[in-house]
């Protein structure tokens, strides 16, 4: 079955340092998103993708924050200046129609 | 923004009662969507709800979307301890697939054997 996979699936930065969080959406999806889950607590949208560009983007999503689909099958979360407010586990997600599904997610660690 | 309330936010059972998650929207929903996340994993797509009062059915699982398409519930009948997780309701505005979902922040079940 289709799977979203992401890597790295451990992330350790130092605060300042930018990182590059992975993923390989479901070959046939359109619709490509990251969110993003604060130990505990809810799953919080960051951005949405679609035909190539930033569809919709929440307020966690600064200046700080960058999406790209480089090559028709990778979608990449950059996070220019890490903050430890920054740490938790980043999903990325895709959807065709129906539901969206998500990667095993990055978790981050900003120390 | 859109905001989507949840309760119970935990909920013990025992072994084979049943258990329902209530999820409650700011704005009308072109539709709401249901996942599970077991402890350590990722969110699961349940199933998705999009027409006014509509019921679906999963084997022991009954969700439903309100008239209003603000508020929906889920309701698992004689639960098992397969049933254990997070289950989150997460709403998608008028976008659509474009949109992002805002997840309730989830009921915790818990299954007493």
């Known amino acids: 079955e289709p799977e979203v996979t992401q890597t790295p699936s451990h992330q350790v930065t130092q605060m300042g340092q930018e990182v590059i969080l992975r993923c390989v959406p479901i070959s046939n999806h359109l619709y490509f998103y990251w969110y993003r889950q604060i130990l505990g607590q809810k799953v919080e949208f960051l951005v949405s993708?679609?035909?190539?560009?930033?569809?919709?983007k929440s307020e966690i999503f600064d200046d700080q924050f960058s999406v790209e689909r480089p090559d028709g099958s990778n979608f990449t979360l950059k996070i220019r200046s890490t903050k430890l407010e920054d740490s938790a586990m980043y999903f990325c997600?895709?959807?065709?129609?129906?539901?969206?599904?998500f990667g095993q997610g990055t978790r981050l660690t900003v120390v | 923004g859109q905001q989507v309330m949840q309760i119970p936010q935990y909920q013990h059972v025992q072994e084979g009662e049943d258990f329902t998650t209530y999820c409650n929207s700011s704005t009308t929903l072109s539709n709401i969507q249901w996942y599970k996340q077991r402890p350590g994993g990722h969110p699961v797509f349940l199933i998705q709800?999009?027409?006014?009062?509509e019921v679906k059915k999963q084997k022991r699982l009954t969700f439903q979307f309100g008239e209003a398409k603000k508020n929906s519930s889920l309701h698992i009948t004689a639960t098992q301890t397969t049933d254990v997780g997070t289950y989150f309701c997460?709403?998608?505005?008028?976008?659509?697939?474009?949109?992002?979902?805002?997840f309730g922040k989830g009921t915790h079940l818990i299954i007493q054997p």
């Open positions: 997600a895709s959807s065709l129609n129906l539901g969206a599904f």
């Open positions: 993708f679609y035909n190539n560009e930033i569809s919709e």
């Open positions: 997460a709403g998608q505005g008028s976008g659509g697939g474009a949109d992002g979902l805002t």
């Open positions: 709800l999009v027409k006014s009062g």
